[in-house]
């Protein structure tokens, strides 16, 4: 209990949120290096997942890509990418990219291939190209399924992007880091605590968005069990 207010007592104190290695710049820093991650993410995996569950192309591909990424322990490829690329953001940028591109790509191919077959023959039959058909009915039909694939893979970037710090000066990893060293450990709960907080405000933005994304495609609901497919 005395580590907790201890903890509480770091983070409320107003000194320890101060300069370019207080307390709001270190949230800044790991909620801006996350978004990166998860926008390149995004820009790889819904691309592609969508062209192969529209195409039905490459299934056998996304299944040996998304498990092989996700059975590679992230800290283990930051500690060899590190070695290879020395010290930087580079390296945790790739490690984690690696971390959060399965559920990404898993999302999309797995929405676009739900929408209902049916629905999916009459745009056709009314003269739908294939891009007005991608664009206009299977990712509308698909997005509450694509964005929990979004949503899996930002919360697992939030909560590893601390050992970015590893590496690199930046992020909430490195009050966990330097608490470790000097044996703060108020410091390293407090940081730990943030990184929670973050993962939790995140993922009330993401459901709120995914409510409203499945309100729109409720007409239109897709066959049950199609989110089982992104497991995180």
């Excluded at 790509?105 to 745009?123: D, F, K, M, P, Q």
């Excluded at 009915?137 to 694509?146: F, H, N, R």
């Excluded at 000066?169 to 390293?188: A, I």
């Amino acid at each position: 209990m005395n580590l907790v207010l201890d903890a509480l007592a770091w983070l409320l104190d107003s000194a320890n949120w101060d300069g370019r290695g207080g307390i709001g710049a270190r949230i800044l820093e790991h909620l801006g290096f996350s978004a990166a991650v998860v926008a390149a993410a995004c820009a790889i995996g819904i691309p592609a997942g969508v062209a192969i569950g529209h195409s039905g192309r490459g299934r056998s591909l996304v299944i040996v890509l998304t498990s092989g990424a996700r059975a590679l322990p992230t800290l283990g490829l930051l500690t060899i990418l590190g070695l290879a690329l020395g010290i930087g953001l580079d390296a945790p940028f790739l490690a984690l990219l690696v971390l959060a591109l399965p559920p990404v790509l898993a999302g999309a191919y797995a929405g676009v291939e739900s929408v209902a077959r049916e629905t999916v023959g009459a745009s056709r039959a009314i003269g739908m190209t294939e891009w007005q058909l991608v664009r206009g009915v299977e990712l509308p039909l698909a997005a509450p399924v694509l964005l929990g694939g979004v949503r899996s893979a930002a919360l697992q970037v939030i909560s590893t992007a601390t050992l970015a710090a590893y590496v690199a000066d930046t992020g909430l990893g490195r009050p966990l880091f330097e608490g470790l060293k000097t044996q703060r450990y108020d410091m390293m709960l407090g940081a730990s605590l943030l990184v929670a907080l973050l993962a939790l405000v995140v993922e009330l933005g993401f459901q709120l968005v995914q409510s409203a994304a499945a309100r729109r495609a409720e007409p239109h609901r897709a066959p049950s069990g199609a989110r089982e497919r992104i497991s995180a």
